[in-house]
């Protein structure tokens, strides 16, 4: 939840890479859980350029789990306040994080989005 003005770039707005999820699980199903995690504390290069999200206080902006994102440098002389919440499953369930990008979203789990082409792969 945003709680404070990203009206322009370099507000240390929400950034993210589009698509880059899509990667991020090919790596997390072919390296596992652990291998995964550790290489992304070296903060890996994406293939795509950062999209710095601009909003309003009282914006919620929902992101895939495996969606690469920061927070974008800032320049202005406001402090960036958000508020973080990670949705879980109501049953706690640990969901296996090799089966379907989608699979933990019921909704759209059996949806193909094999047809975009920024989200191939």
């Known amino acids: 939840v945003v709680l404070s ?28 859980e652990e291998k995964f995690k550790a290489s992304m504390k070296k903060r890996p290069a994406m293939d795509v350029d950062p999209v710095q999200i601009t909003a309003q206080p009282g914006d919620v902006i ?3 789990p495996l969606l690469p994102h920061r ?27 090799t089966a379907g990008l989608f699979y933990e979203y019921e909704g759209i789990r059996n949806l193909d989005f094999s047809g975009r082409s920024e989200m191939k792969g």
């Open 5 to 32: 003005p990203w009206q322009v770039p370099f507000c240390g707005n929400f950034t993210v890479f589009p698509g880059a999820h899509y990667r991020m699980h090919r790596e997390l199903k072919s390296k596992g």
């Open 62 to 64: 929902l992101a895939h």
């Open 71 to 97: 927070a974008g440098p800032n320049y202005s002389c406001n402090i960036r306040y958000a508020c973080f919440f990670r949705v879980c499953r109501k049953t706690n369930m640990r969901v296996d994080n």
